[in-house]
């Protein structure tokens, strides 16, 4: 495969600011929080679709390869605080309020958050009055906020421990995490030329990916390996969260993972791209994804 974590990590990581002055304590924490690994899954799909339509290669499109992942680690430092999820593990090590305390985890997540917007502003002068660039700052701005990803996390934390309707689990789903997936996957395409009825495709495609991941990320909460998952095992259950599993079963969730992945393959090879290995690589990926156990 082309495109791998470790060559994503050379990208990112050259946004990721070095801790020292007074406030090295917080950068020390955002660096280590960004370094814990992970899939690195968010900026190697931007890049594959902007890759399926421009291959050159693109600074502007590499500060939102990082941006996305901080815009992503900051939802994980904040998710595993002692009022949400209540995590001590992370990628297999202590999470960040564990090893810097709940005050520095905080203002970690939040300096991550930030820290993204400042580095993906920097497209403005990389591709100065362009107005793919601008798209993809409304994307990244829009699809981890309010009416996304905040939006799911909401609706979740205010449900805790109660029960959801179908609906409502929908909801939390297709914005606490699928959001951030569209957005990967737009802020990608529109940057490498992408047209309108592409990047529909692409929101549809990359939907259907994030419901996927999410419902797959619910099965192995029950039966995967904590050795390879890296986190506790059974922590919907200790938080009493319902999930597309409590709900409906094992079976059917297997079922429909598999539809959700049919369905998300089917809409990126109708894609009409430049680069047809490049859309082969993010179809591999996309199967990779439903099919992994961690």
Same mark, same amino acid.
């Given at each position: 495969m082309k495109y791998s974590a470790k060559d994503i990590e050379?990208?990112?990581f050259k946004y990721i /600011?070095? %801790? #020292?002055?007074?406030q090295a304590k917080v950068m020390e924490a955002m660096e280590y929080a960004v370094n814990a690994g992970g899939k690195r899954l968010r900026p190697m799909m931007m890049q594959m679709c902007? @890759?399926?339509y421009d291959d050159r290669d693109d600074e502007a499109l590499h500060v939102f390869m990082a941006a996305i992942e901080m815009i992503h680690t900051y939802s994980l430092i904040h998710d595993d605080l002692p009022? !949400? @999820? $209540?995590?001590?593990l992370r990628r297999g090590k202590p999470t960040v309020h564990v090893k810097f305390g709940e005050d520095i985890a905080i203002l970690a997540g939040d300096g991550l958050l930030n820290y993204a917007y400042e580095t993906a502003a920097k497209a403005f002068t990389i591709r100065p009055a362009d107005s793919a660039v601008e798209q993809a700052y409304i994307y990244l701005a829009s699809k981890p906020g309010i009416y996304g990803m905040i939006g799911g996390q909401t609706l979740d934390v205010m449900k805790s421990g109660k029960q959801l309707s179908d609906a409502e689990l929908e909801y939390i789903y297709i914005n606490k995490t699928s959001a951030l997936i569209e957005c990967a996957m737009m802020v990608g395409a529109v940057l490498g030329g992408a047209d309108k009825e592409e990047?529909?495709?692409? &929101?549809?495609a990359a939907r259907a990916v994030g419901i996927a991941f999410q419902v797959k990320d619910d099965i192995l909460d029950i039966v995967g390996d &904590? %050795? !390879?998952?890296? #986190? /506790?095992v059974n922590s919907d259950e200790k938080n009493k969260k319902t999930t597309y599993v409590t709900l409906h079963g094992m079976e059917k969730s297997a079922a429909y993972v598999e539809e959700l992945? &049919? $369905?998300a393959v089917r809409l990126i090879d109708s894609l009409s791209v430049k680069n047809e290995d490049v859309k082969r690589e993010l179809i591999w990926l996309v199967k990779k994804l439903i099919d992994r156990d961690k």
């Open positions: 050379k990208i990112i /600011p070095t %801790a #020292k002055g007074y902007h @890759d399926m009022a !949400l @999820d $209540n995590d001590d990047l529909l495709l692409i &929101e549809q &904590e %050795a !390879l998952l890296g #986190k /506790p992945s &049919e $369905n």
